[in-house]
């Protein structure tokens, strides 16, 4: 259980909030790339960790990530017009530059003193890995860009989506960094004793922390003479990966040299992005169109899973997530079609905030807790005027996660350290 202060100190992320203090030291995906592909195209809409935002591409390529609302009168700039280095508000005709100069008034005299008073918020943005990530927090304290290992994968080798998930930020992390779950959650093949989470439902975890977060291995003894172990990587503030030894390609169940894994960003208290991104550790093995929609479709949120227009899952709460409770009976544990629809109908029902006051935890959620000790003890050091863990991209650049079988008479440390290395 976790006392009710602790809970409420690391699901608030508002300006002003402890919770929102410490994502606000850190580097957070804020849109995909392709929501602004094209320049001086039309901007889209932002809001994480409470703020209503505003992104655009403009003329010379930048992304910038502003305020939502004309200083003026509060106009919102999502009607403005995007045009020669800057967003024009349509109620008066100010405009302001990627960086939140205001530029041009119109409606007042030539040489007006207002020009260099008046400023939109506005937030360092990079592109990287087809993700557009923003620096929300202190400037002087704005650390190197971030570096993980799936943002260096070449085109063709990395894969990334997103979706939207409609609870705390916390409770679909802590699904992520869950492995028991999936021996019920996600057994899709219920009786099959070739699947891995029927022939031993009870991992043994092993936790270590690390200078960017944790590491964590979940044990599962699939014979005799070997075991099977899955290694995880946690990068603060909410960066999970996993390596994945196999995959579904065409309905058939293949090996493939896949690494896969989500960054949970708060888009206010009550409601989550989830940023999907999966990539190749094998450099003669990319991911072609057909195997990424697979895997996609597998998890859930393929092409035609999404409401059009939106991040938004067609299996939701408002339809029960089409559960099918004959399917329940005979074939799956859930009845829900989709991995990642699986986890949302748990994460969402649990409602908007968990009271995690409330809880009985077991062994196999020591994960659950460091993750919660991390981001407590990252607002106390935020708080103090020190750096929290992972701000730093030299402390998680060379880690990858991985899995695989390993003898009974090895040790996976041992094993496993030369696939526990970051590549490319």
Same mark, same amino acid.
């Given at each position: 259980?976790?006392?009710?202060?602790?809970?409420?100190?690391?699901?608030?992320?508002?300006?002003?909030?402890?919770?929102? /203090?410490?994502?606000?030291?850190?580097?957070?995906?804020?849109?995909?790339?392709?929501?602004?592909?094209?320049?001086?195209? /039309?901007?889209?809409?932002?809001?994480?960790?409470?703020?209503?935002?505003?992104?655009?591409?403009?003329?010379?390529?930048?992304? &910038?990530?502003?305020? &939502?609302?004309?200083?003026?009168?509060?106009?919102?700039?999502?009607?403005?017009?995007?045009?020669?280095?800057?967003?024009? *508000?349509?109620?008066?005709?100010?405009?302001?530059?990627?960086?939140? %100069? *205001?530029?041009?008034?119109?409606?007042?005299?030539?040489?007006?003193?207002?020009?260099?008073?008046?400023?939109?918020? !506005?937030?360092?943005?990079?592109?990287?890995?087809?993700?557009?990530? &923003?620096?929300?927090?202190?400037?002087? @304290?704005?650390?190197?860009? $971030? +570096?993980?290992?799936?943002?260096? !994968? $070449? &085109?063709?080798?990395?894969?990334?989506?997103?979706?939207?998930?409609?609870?705390?930020?916390?409770?679909?992390? =802590?699904?992520?960094?869950?492995?028991?779950?999936?021996?019920?959650?996600?057994?899709?093949?219920?009786?099959?004793?070739?699947?891995?989470?029927?022939? +031993?439902?009870?991992?043994?975890?092993?936790?270590?922390?690390?200078?960017? #977060?944790?590491?964590?291995?979940?044990?599962?003894?699939?014979? =005799?003479?070997?075991?099977?172990?899955?290694?995880?990587?946690?990068?603060?503030?909410?960066?999970?990966?996993?390596?994945?030894?196999?995959?579904?390609?065409?309905?058939?169940?293949? @090996?493939?040299?896949?690494?896969? #894994?989500?960054?949970?960003?708060?888009?206010?208290?009550?409601?989550?992005?989830?940023?999907?991104?999966?990539?190749?550790? +094998?450099?003669?093995?990319?991911?072609?169109?057909?195997?990424?929609?697979?895997?996609?479709?597998?998890?859930?949120?393929?092409?035609?899973?999404?409401?059009?227009?939106?991040?938004?899952? @067609?299996?939701?709460? #408002?339809?029960?997530?089409?559960? +099918?409770?004959?399917?329940?009976?005979?074939?799956?544990?859930?009845?829900?079609?989709?991995?990642?629809?699986?986890?949302?109908?748990?994460?969402? #029902?649990?409602?908007?905030?968990?009271?995690?006051?409330?809880?009985?935890?077991?062994?196999?959620?020591?994960?659950?807790?460091?993750?919660?000790?991390?981001?407590?003890?990252?607002?106390?050091?935020?708080?103090?005027?020190?750096?929290?863990?992972?701000?730093? $991209? %030299?402390?998680?650049?060379?880690?990858?996660?991985?899995?695989?079988?390993? $003898? !009974?008479? =090895?040790?996976?440390?041992?094993?496993? !350290?030369?696939?526990?290395?970051?590549?490319?």
């Amino acid at each position: 259980m976790l006392k009710s202060e602790d809970n409420d100190r690391i699901t608030r992320v508002g300006p002003g909030t402890p919770g929102g /203090a410490l994502f606000r030291r850190y580097w957070l995906p804020a849109l995909l790339s392709s929501e602004v592909a094209e320049r001086d195209g /039309a901007p889209v809409r932002v809001r994480m960790l409470g703020e209503d935002l505003l992104a655009f591409r403009d003329t010379s390529g930048r992304v &910038a990530l502003v305020g &939502a609302y004309c200083p003026h009168r509060r106009a919102p700039l999502f009607f403005g017009r995007n045009e020669e280095d800057g967003i024009r *508000c349509v109620y008066h005709g100010w405009k302001f530059d990627a960086s939140g %100069a *205001c530029v041009d008034i119109p409606t007042e005299p030539p040489g007006t003193p207002m020009l260099s008073k008046v400023r939109l918020a !506005a937030y360092p943005t990079i592109e990287l890995g087809d993700v557009v990530w &923003a620096y929300l927090g202190p400037r002087d @304290k704005q650390p190197p860009a $971030p +570096d993980y290992e799936w943002l260096r !994968a $070449p &085109a063709g080798f990395r894969h990334v989506s997103k979706t939207f998930e409609n609870c705390n930020y916390l409770q679909g992390l =802590e699904g992520g960094v869950d492995s028991a779950h999936s021996s019920f959650l996600h057994n899709n093949s219920i009786g099959d004793t070739a699947d891995l989470r029927n022939r +031993d439902r009870s991992p043994r975890l092993e936790v270590e922390t690390t200078p960017y #977060g944790f590491r964590y291995s979940s044990t599962r003894k699939v014979e =005799e003479t070997r075991s099977y172990v899955r290694v995880y990587q946690f990068v603060m503030p909410t960066l999970q990966m996993r390596g994945t030894i196999t995959d579904y390609k065409g309905g058939k169940r293949i @090996k493939v040299p896949k690494i896969d #894994g989500h960054v949970w960003v708060p888009i206010d208290d009550e409601h989550t992005h989830v940023y999907n991104f999966m990539y190749s550790f +094998d450099e003669s093995v990319g991911l072609d169109d057909d195997y990424v929609e697979g895997w996609e479709k597998f998890s859930g949120r393929g092409k035609d899973d999404l409401i059009p227009g939106t991040f938004r899952l @067609k299996l939701n709460s #408002g339809n029960d997530y089409l559960i +099918d409770r004959a399917v329940q009976k005979t074939r799956t544990f859930t009845g829900i079609q989709g991995v990642n629809t699986q986890d949302y109908a748990l994460q969402e #029902g649990m409602g908007p905030i968990v009271d995690r006051s409330k809880e009985n935890l077991g062994s196999t959620d020591r994960a659950i807790v460091t993750t919660r000790r991390l981001l407590i003890d990252g607002t106390h050091a935020v708080a103090a005027g020190d750096a929290p863990p992972g701000v730093d $991209p %030299a402390s998680y650049r060379d880690v990858r996660p991985h899995d695989g079988y390993v $003898p !009974a008479s =090895e040790e996976w440390r041992v094993s496993m !350290a030369k696939d526990l290395v970051a590549k490319w």
